[in-house]
């Protein structure tokens, strides 16, 4: 048996060993959350599923061991993408009571371990085939594939619905920037698509145009795509910081419902005349904690009826009012000499901020520039006005 490497079998490697060190780091640095437990069992399977083309490119096929060696784990990527999000929007998250998930995962497993086990009897490659064909081994793989497609349909669908309803609640209730708003996640589950949709393209070709006896080329791209997704998902997911979160899916109901709340002019804009006092006269904005029920509680409200009124009356979510309030108290105070003795990030958790990075996010977001950018445009401008001034 002769191993040849190309730069295809590189690229796939450095993937797979990409996924693997960070499934082991994961495992040793967080393995106390279920989270990184969850996406170190995510990147092992993106490493397994990737190792599956080695076989062929490098000719372990051929090796009577290895050649019809149980791996048929593709019906678990999607369900543990979707779980993975679940864990990092649910607290206390348990995945004993999700199992149910990978039930199709064991069945395609049990048979393939059936062919491997009954094509051992054997050394001689074609009676395996024989032996595999006997127990319908292409056409199960056949149909594996088919359900991976819906699996990615139905579970991405799942997943992004469970990241916006949590970035719904997140926008809508709580001002505390230190809570991720898992932008990076979503891209994961939307490039996770892609994965999806080169299988769809890649079955076409192979059933409809006959490309498996004679191309290859559009596999090599697929498992290239598959090792990138690897990649991203390994240093983003390992980046980020266990953050147990307060929410609750059933939230989020209230949350789409509270546009709907019926509230006259004149009430509407009582509230609002209260929330402005709260904001310019109390500085609620100021307590780094401040949620949509502490507020509403402190205005005599309900959250509902308080967040239509911030949605009608102001056009934004409750987080971006706060947030808004923070920074314009933020550059009030860059450019107030009674703070110079503070530094921009002091400023800023007296502002009602509570971590360096969420703080430097939001104002960018909000100013288009940095703290720094914006105070020394401010000190040129006061420069300028008092070289003007007449001696």
């Known amino acids: 048996m002769n191993v040849n490497f190309n730069g295809f079998d590189l690229i796939v490697i450095l993937g797979v060993t990409q996924g693997l060190l960070y499934a082991g780091l994961l495992l040793t640095r967080y393995g106390q959350y279920a989270s990184k437990r969850l996406l170190a069992l ?13 076989l062929h490119t490098l000719g372990l096929w051929q090796n009577p061991t290895l050649r019809y060696f149980p791996l048929a784990f593709d019906l ?34 049990l048979h393939a371990i059936v062919v491997y086990i009954q094509t051992q009897t054997t050394d001689d490659l074609l009676q395996k085939d024989l032996i595999a064909e006997k127990l319908a081994f292409n056409r199960v793989k056949q149909i594996e594939d088919y359900l991976s497609v819906l699996s990615g349909i139905v579970y991405g669908y799942l997943s992004l619905r469970r990241l916006n ?33 080169l299988l769809t393209i890649n079955i076409v070709l192979d059933a409809g145009l006959g490309f498996t006896t004679r191309y290859f080329l559009h596999w090599q791209l697929f498992y290239v795509y598959l090792s990138g997704c690897i990649y991203y998902l390994a240093i983003m997911g390992y980046q980020q910081p266990p953050f147990e979160v307060a929410f609750e899916a059933t939230s989020t ?60 009356e102001f056009g934004k979510s409750f987080r ?18 009674t703070y110079q003795h503070l530094s921009i990030l002091g400023i800023a958790l ?10 430097y996010r939001v104002f960018k977001s909000i100013t288009g520039v940095s703290p720094r950018q914006l105070a020394e445009q401010q000190a040129l401008k006061t420069r300028s006005k008092d070289s003007q001034k007449p001696i």
Do not use: M
């Not at 719904?168 to 999806?196: A, E, H, K, M, Q």
């Not at 971006?320 to 108290?329: A, G, H, W």
């Open 76 to 109: 678990t990527i999607q369900p543990l993408l979707y779980l993975y999000a679940i864990a990092l929007t649910q607290k206390q998250f348990r995945l004993r009571s999700h199992l149910v998930h990978f039930a199709p995962t064991l069945i395609f497993l």
């Open 165 to 197: 309803q949590y970035r719904l609640w997140l926008f809508d209730t709580i001002s505390d920037t230190s809570y991720p708003t898992y932008t990076w996640l979503r891209n994961v589950v939307i490039v996770s698509g892609g994965v999806c949709l």
């Open 42 to 54: 995510l990147l092992l399977v993106f490493s397994v599923l990737s190792a599956k083309i080695l």
């Open 320 to 337: 971006s009012l706060i947030n808004e309030r923070r920074v314009t108290e933020v550059t009030h105070r860059l450019t107030d000499p």
């Open 253 to 312: 109901r209230s949350s789409e419902n509270r546009t709907s709340i019926g509230l006259d002019i004149a009430q509407s804009r009582a509230i609002k005349s209260r929330l402005e006092t709260a904001l310019d006269q109390e500085r609620v904005f100021l307590d780094p904690d401040l949620s949509l029920n502490s507020l509403a509680d402190q205005l005599n409200v309900s959250p509902n009826v308080l967040s239509a009124v911030i949605n009608s």
């Open 350 to 359: 007296d502002s009602g901020f509570n971590s360096e990075a969420s703080f």
